[in-house]
């Protein structure tokens, strides 16, 4: 959670979009005035280890544009409905079209559990 936080103020206007674990933290995609930001964040979010520009921006920018919930919101939720630790998350489309954020949750026992958050209303699905 103070990852995420920690990425989107790193950057001007900064929404996350994309978390995933990486060697030395996490490695977060942040939409940032129609600009992407790769931000590399320390496991704790204690850190920013590094802010680079994306060549080619995802067409993920768009999705996070449209979504009503943001990241941390998103991963509070899914952890409501399945505690466990962030593994990695996403904002995409649902196979019903549905603006989601994907959010897969690593349980005590290592079991990895994917929760859908609607990004528009904020309720799992």
Do not use: C, Y
Request: hydrophobic share 40%; net charge negative.
């Amino acid at each position: 959670m103070k990852a995420i936080e920690a990425a989107a103020r790193a950057v001007p206007d900064g929404r996350v979009f994309d978390v995933e674990p990486s060697n030395d933290g996490w490695e977060i995609k942040v939409a940032s005035r129609g600009q992407e930001h790769k931000v590399r964040v320390s496991r704790d979010g204690g850190q920013i280890l590094g802010d680079q520009p994306a060549a080619k921006p995802s067409d993920d920018l768009a999705k996070v544009e449209q979504a009503g919930v943001n990241a941390v919101k998103a991963l509070q939720t899914a952890q409501q409905r399945q505690p466990g630790e962030l593994d990695e998350m996403e904002i995409d489309r649902a196979t019903d079209g549905a603006l989601v954020w994907e959010v897969a949750l690593r349980d005590g026992k290592g079991i990895e559990h994917e929760v859908n958050v609607d990004a528009k209303t904020g309720a799992a699905r």
